[in-house]
């Protein structure tokens, strides 16, 4: 199941009901920090909103019915990807959700997957299970979703981590 963060007075649901739809965009900037019970959360509120587009076979993309991008970038699409969320910003934009949200470039291309990465881990106080994986902000730009940049609230457990320095050489 797909996850990621926010917790809120309001379910998700009922915040993009009441026109306060933040809840999907602040659940791609890890506010608050990721928790799974959060990201189901969230989950459910985009199941209630719109069927997904499995196309991307990874990942489930839901497009909602209005705009609910935040600090002058567009998006209506949100997307649940292993234990992520995010949203899809319109427009190759890596390089200005960078320097937005403080991410520093990745040393990873994710095996090829990404054109352009950024990302910026959780400090200590905000990782849920620091004993499992590492939360993190990511924007990303790829060939496989041409035209968009990934924004998203990552959870990447330690042996997913190793195995992909491993792969790629140990960076």
Do not use: W
């Amino acid at each position: 199941m797909p996850a990621a963060a926010v917790v809120t007075l309001l379910s998700p649901a009922a915040a993009f009901a009441s026109g306060n739809a933040p809840a999907f965009y602040d659940g791609a900037l890890c506010k608050p920090p990721y928790t799974m019970q959060s990201a189901t959360e969230l989950y459910d509120a985009a199941e209630k909103l719109a069927k997904p587009d499995t196309s991307l076979l990874t990942a489930y993309v839901y497009k909602l019915p209005s705009d609910i991008g935040q600090d002058g970038f567009k998006t209506h699409e949100v997307v649940f990807a292993g234990s992520s969320v995010g949203v899809l910003i319109e427009g190759a934009r890596a390089d200005e959700l960078a320097a937005r949200y403080q991410l520093e470039p990745e040393k990873s291309s994710i095996l090829g997957t990404s054109t352009k990465g950024y990302a910026r881990v959780l400090p200590d106080a905000e990782q849920p299970t620091a004993d499992m994986g590492i939360v993190s902000v990511i924007a990303r730009e790829s060939d496989a979703i041409p035209g968009k940049t990934l924004l998203a609230c990552e959870f990447v457990s330690h042996v997913d981590r190793e195995a992909l320095k491993g792969l790629e050489g140990g960076n």
